[in-house]
């Protein structure tokens, strides 16, 4: 295989990957959304982050109550705070991870 070869295959999934994120934000300039659906698609960041922390805070087994991990439990407690207090999402990923970090080093 050549280099040219890999070369394309990495712009090309940059591209497939790039594209379904960037294209909803381009079309949507173009068009004035309705009020009813401007309001229900404010709720699908918040909504979308918080499946993603249940699933990676939770033990999920089969004939099972779902049971909490500890350590990602631990780390969240930061994260929360700084949340609440700075309200920049940035900072509260940042602080979640180096918590995670902190708790898995030690």
């Avoid at 698609?41 to 499946?51: H, K, Q, V």
């Avoid at 779902?66 to 700084?82: D, G, H, K, N, Q």
């Avoid at 920049?88 to 918590?99: A, C, P, Y």
């Amino acid at each position: 295989m050549s280099n040219s070869y890999y070369l394309m295959t990495i712009f090309g999934c940059a591209l497939v990957t790039w594209l379904p994120r960037v294209l909803p934000f381009v079309l949507t300039k173009a068009v004035t959304l309705p009020k009813i659906l401007e309001n229900f698609l404010s709720y699908l960041p918040m909504t979308i982050l918080t499946a993603l922390l249940l699933q990676s805070i939770l033990n999920f087994q089969p004939g099972h109550f779902p049971t909490f991990r500890l350590p990602e439990v631990l780390a969240c407690i930061p994260a929360l705070i700084v949340g609440i207090r700075t309200n920049d999402l940035m900072k509260i990923v940042l602080t979640g991870i180096l918590g995670i970090a902190l708790l898995r080093c030690f």
